[in-house]
Each structure stands twice: as C-alpha cells, then as structure tokens.
C-alpha cells in the first residue's frame, strides 16, 4: 500500500538524512561498535546538516517545526540502516520536548543552540537500580539549600550517559510527596560530585554508551530546575507518549526492512534442488509477517498524522509502542530462524537486529506497562 503521509519536502528530508548516515555513519559504525560508543564527530556533523532540535525554534538554531513527520523519517532511516547508537531520537524527539516546553527563556538561551549544534548532548536519568517501572520508587534526593540544591543518589541504564553534557535527572524533592514530590533538575557536565559508572555491557546496541551515573553531593544551581518543582510526574506522563510513539515508528520500520532483507534472501538461497521461497511454509512465514506489518503500518500512519496535529492520546500511543515492537521482536526472530545459520551471523543485518531490537519491548515503558495505561484508560 502506497503511504500517504508524506510531501516531497519530507521526502526531500529523507534523502538528507540518507546522505548523512551514507557519509557520517556507515564508515565509522564498525568502530564504535567496537569502541562502545560514538564520537562526538558524529553529533557534531547531524547538528551541521539540521538534524539536531527539529522542532526546536529557529532563533535558537533548530529547525522551527512542530511537524513530528520529519522525525519520523528520522527515525524510520536510522532503524532502516540498523543504526542503533548514535541516539538522535533520544535527543530530539524525546529530551528535545523537556527543553523546548519547560525551559525558561533564559535556560533556553542556555541550552538550545548547544543542542542543536551537537555540541550539547543530553540524557534522561529516571531509572534508578530499585526503580524502573515504578517511578515512584525514586531514591535520589535534591535537598533545597536556598539558592541551591544538592542531590544525592545514582541512575543506571542511562542512554548517553558516558557523552552527555546535559542530564536530566529526576529527583525526589519532597520527601513524602510520592509521584508528587518529584522534580527535574539539570545537571551539566563536569559539575562536581557528578560522576559516571560503568559503560555497561549490553547484548546489543554496542556502540550506545548506556551508563550508571553518581551524584554525590551535587550542588546543583536553583536556576537548573526544569518546569514545575513537584512537578516531574506530570512533565513525564505528557512527554512519555511522544517517546513510546518515537519508539514505535523505529520499530515498525525495522520490521519492515528485515522482511525485506529475507524475502530477497529466501528467493536466493535453495535447499532440495530449489529456492526456499518455493516452500510453502516459507511462503506463508512470509505472508503472515507481511501482513502483520502492513496492518501495523496503517495505524501507525494514523498515529503518525494525529501526533502531528497535537492529537495523539497516551493510550494510543501505548498501543503503537507495544504492538509495534512486539512485532519487531516477533519479525526479527522468524526471519532469523528462515535465514538459517547464517541469520546467527554477526554480518548478516538480521543478527545484529535481533539483539539490537530485543530492548524495545523494555525501555521507553514495558509492554507490561503499556498493557496497564491502555487498560485503565478504558476500564478506570
Ligand atoms: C539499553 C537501555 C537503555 C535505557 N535508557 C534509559 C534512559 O535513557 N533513561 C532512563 O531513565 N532509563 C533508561 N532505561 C531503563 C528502562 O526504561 C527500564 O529498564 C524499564 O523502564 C524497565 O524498568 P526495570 O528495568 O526497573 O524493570 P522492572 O520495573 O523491575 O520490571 C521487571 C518486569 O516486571 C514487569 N512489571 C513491572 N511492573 C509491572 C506491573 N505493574 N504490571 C505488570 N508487569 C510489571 C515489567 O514489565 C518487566 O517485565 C534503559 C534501559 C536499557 C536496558
């Protein structure tokens, strides 16, 4: 089915973010793997071709559009060429948000141009080593010393957390408020008691820092509190659905594109005298992972469009988010399975999507979680 969501300017941004993981990812992605991160280069390059803060304003340096298409395509690109570590969609389309909706003007003067030149990159700390999904859990204190405060506690699981020069850190800073004693506090790099742990080792998407990070008495500046103070809580539950949206776009694309890789494959290779794309099992596999994706793909167009028109709900995008990665994770173990041995191969795409794309399901809220949003959303 042809898609209809997209102009030629989208298009045209398609062949731009093409261009750029042509000539500034693809030859350096072996190597970061390698290395367990990506260089600041890289970050540096996508702010120079306005890959950086696209809904940012342009006084700032961004690309001043509200279009959430645009980082669609983004994302549908990166997931396409199965680049999983250099996290633009973390930044845009999921910090960008915090920055550009609760920052004041004079953060913003602050932040943003930094943001979208690469020269600032940033990180979300919510998940602490005794809470992930119950965020009311949060350990990490910020106690209020007047003009300051000084927090107290250790992250992990943090994207970005070893490059980041800018962290979000969610912090408990009233006692016994529950969900609503959190706040948002921003702590920038080389801050003192600001440290980083370990760049943990992950069964995928190697070449993504994901870290611990410490704060030991880290005084962290009055002016550093983002949005509301109490407020953290509400600024997560408006922000989450744009990121399980993000999420679920990079998911169905992936899925899409290693069908691809495996339809072609099976017409290649032959077992018993003929292509495997003779069998009928085979061709059912195909038949069925077509469909579930194509199904996929129109409600995620829907979602694609309503979230551009500022209509998107939490539920719905609880529904993309666990739908859409559940059918990765389903997509990229049948196609491995039909590649044979040669699917459990480094070199071949679909084995690295397989552990690339197994944390899906998990981060951004769990498919378990998602499950209850939509539940209560019908049934409270
Ligand atoms: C590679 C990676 C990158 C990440 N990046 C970030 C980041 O940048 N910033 C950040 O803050 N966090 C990040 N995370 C953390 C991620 O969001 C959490 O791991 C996730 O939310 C789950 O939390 P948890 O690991 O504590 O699991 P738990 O909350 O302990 O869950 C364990 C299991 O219990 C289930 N469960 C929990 N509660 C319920 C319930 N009420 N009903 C049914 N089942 C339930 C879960 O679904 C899961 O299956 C990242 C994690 C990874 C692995």
Known sequence: MKRQIFTEDHEAFRQTVRTFLAKEVEPHYEQWEKDGIVSREAWLAAGRQGLLGLDVPEEYGGGGTADFRYAAVLAEEFSRAGVAGLALGLHND????????????????????????????????????????????????????????????????????????????????????GAKGLSLLVVERDTPGFERGRNLDKIGQKSQDTAE????????????????LHGAFLHLMTNLAQERLAIAVGAIAGAEEILEQTTRYVKEREAFGRPLARLQHVRFEIAELATECAVTRAFLDRCIED???????????????????????????????????YGYMNEFPVARAYTDGRIQTIYGGTTEIMKEIIGRSILD
């Open 94 to 177: 999921i910090i960008g948000p915090y920055l550009t909706s609760l920052a004041t003007d004079e953060q913003k003067r602050r932040w943003l141009p930094g943001f979208c030149s690469g020269e600032i990159v940033t990180a979300i700390a919510m998940t602490e080593p005794g809470a992930g999904s119950d965020l009311q859990g949060i350990r990490t204190t910020a106690e209020d010393k007047g003009d300051h405060w000084v927090l107290n506690g250790s992250k992990t699981f943090i994207s970005n957390g070893i490059l980041a020069d800018l962290v979000i850190v969610v912090a408990r800073t009233k006692p016994e408020g």
């Open 213 to 228: 990070l410490f704060f030991n008495d880290v005084r962290v500046p009055k002016e550093n509190l983002l949005g509301e």
């Open 307 to 341: 979230h551009s028109a500022g209509q998107l709900d939490a539920a719905h995008a609880s529904m993309a988010k666990w739908w859409a990665t559940e059918l990765q994770k389903r997509v990229t173990d049948r196609c491995l399975q039909l590649h044979g041995g």
